[in-house]
């Protein structure tokens, strides 16, 4: 099974919606996973309630920890937060730097979620492509 890393800092927003994103798009033989270089206690409930209304369910993730096993076994890696903010320890990472929305009102989530979508939707049509 080929793997996608999804990385951001809590691992509670961002990168759990990428994570449900791509699993829920992906191509044959490929899964994503996601981890956090400082992982929250819990999935952001307005992500939960965000991706649902894309019919995604994600209430059952958990912020994962980023280490080097996670970094190995992913063949690619995206960071949602900029390298600087969270480095994935990889040169070959791919940065989309969004807008965390944690804290923020619902129609931020629902921006932040289109946003990815948008992003692994066209990951996808890159990794079928090659």
């Not at 992906?26 to 206690?41: F, K, L, Q, T």
């Not at 209430?59 to 600087?84: F, I, N, Q, Y």
Request: glycine share 8%; hydrophobic share 40%; charged share 25%.
């Amino acid at each position: 099974m080929r793997r996608v890393l999804f990385v951001c800092i809590g691992n509670s927003c961002r990168s759990q919606m990428a994570e449900g994103f791509f699993n829920h798009l992906a191509p044959p033989g490929w899964r994503a996973v996601s981890a956090g270089s400082s992982p929250a206690a819990a999935v952001a409930p307005g992500a939960i309630a965000a991706m649902r209304e894309r019919g995604i369910d994600i209430s059952r993730h958990r912020p994962k920890g980023l280490d080097w096993e996670v970094l190995d076994h992913a063949e690619r890696v995206v960071t949602l937060c900029g390298l600087d903010a969270c480095p994935a320890s990889r040169a070959d990472a791919e940065e989309w730097d969004l807008e965390d929305p944690v804290g923020q009102p619902s129609g931020k989530y629902r921006e932040v979620r289109d946003i990815i979508e948008g992003k692994v939707k066209e990951l996808i049509a890159n990794l079928q492509a090659v």
